[in-house]
Nanobody, 120 residues
Framework: QVNLLESGGGLVQAGGSLRLSCAAS????????WGWYRQAPGKQRELVAS???????NFADSVKGRFTISRDIAEKTGYLQMNSLKPEDTDVYYC??????????????WGQGTQVTVSS
């Protein structure tokens, strides 16, 4: 019922930038929280950044000061601007959306993941 389409991943050199997008569609009434997570092989997903509908943000210590999270509420699209990328940022990044659908039920959905590779 809900689809999250991620885009913007790719290969960049250290110090470069990427902008990830997450377009939400389907049975969505409102989105309360946008989140971006990353997961290395064999490890748990970790929170990179999140933003609430009210604009409150949260960042992992490792990306604080380098990444910016934003969202276009009307277009139901979330963004993760990644600057000053480091090889350690190489990972698969996943978009997560939590909110309420048109039947007033809670929703919690994940995007398909997009690969970010930072070369040294």
């Amino acid at each position: 019922q809900v689809n999250l389409l991620e885009s913007g991943g790719g290969l960049v050199q250290a110090g470069g930038s990427l902008r990830l997008s997450c377009a939400a569609s389907g049975n969505i009434f409102s989105i309360n929280t946008w989140g971006w997570y990353r997961q290395a092989p064999g490890k748990q997903r970790e929170l990179v950044a999140s933003i609430t509908s009210g604009g409150s943000t949260n960042f992992a210590d490792s990306v604080k000061g380098r990444f910016t999270i934003s969202r276009d509420i009307a277009e139901k699209t979330g963004y993760l601007q990644m600057n000053s990328l480091k090889p350690e940022d190489t990972d698969v990044y996943y978009c997560n959306v939590r909110g309420i659908d048109n039947d007033y039920y809670s929703i919690d959905y994940w995007g398909q993941g997009t690969q970010v590779t930072v070369s040294s």
